[in-house]
Nanobody, 124 residues
Framework: VQLQASGGGLVQTGGSLRLSCAAS????????LGWFRQAAGKERDFVAA????????RYADSVKGRFTISRNNARNTVYLQMNSLKFEDTAVYYC??????????????????WGQGTQVTVSS
């Protein structure tokens, strides 16, 4: 199984980025997909998750109204559209897959597979 995250970069406060995570080696539609982030020296935190059909999404309070998670099962890809970025959004962002495809888990230990991470840096 491989989850390949991309789309990170350097952006100014108030700017936007779209992260992508392409999956291979698993039946993509059988999994919930999630995004987590980890700032330097901090724990890995939940950002957003989406169930197998896209019918249910969940967001951390800190990103509600600014971030949108979506998926394209035909392309085996999950996205995270990030708008109105803030300095505190700076982190390495990871995508993850949970085989319990009907839940939107928020704990890292509930996810079975992880991508390598992509750096997002928001300059103030």
């Amino acid at each position: 199984v491989q989850l390949q995250a991309s789309g990170g970069g350097l952006v100014q406060t108030g700017g936007s980025l779209r992260l992508s995570c392409a999956a291979s080696g698993l039946t993509f539609s059988m999994y919930t997909l999630g995004w987590f982030r980890q700032a330097a020296g901090k724990e890995r935190d939940f950002v957003a998750a989406i169930t197998w059909s896209g019918g249910t999404t969940r967001y951390a309070d800190s990103v509600k109204g600014r971030f949108t998670i979506s998926r394209n099962n035909a392309r085996n890809t999950v996205y995270l559209q990030m708008n109105s970025l803030k300095f505190e959004d700076t982190a390495v962002y990871y995508c993850a897959a949970d085989r319990v495809r009907t839940r939107t888990a928020t704990r890292p230990e509930d996810y079975d597979y992880w991508g390598q991470g992509t750096q997002v840096t928001v300059s103030s």
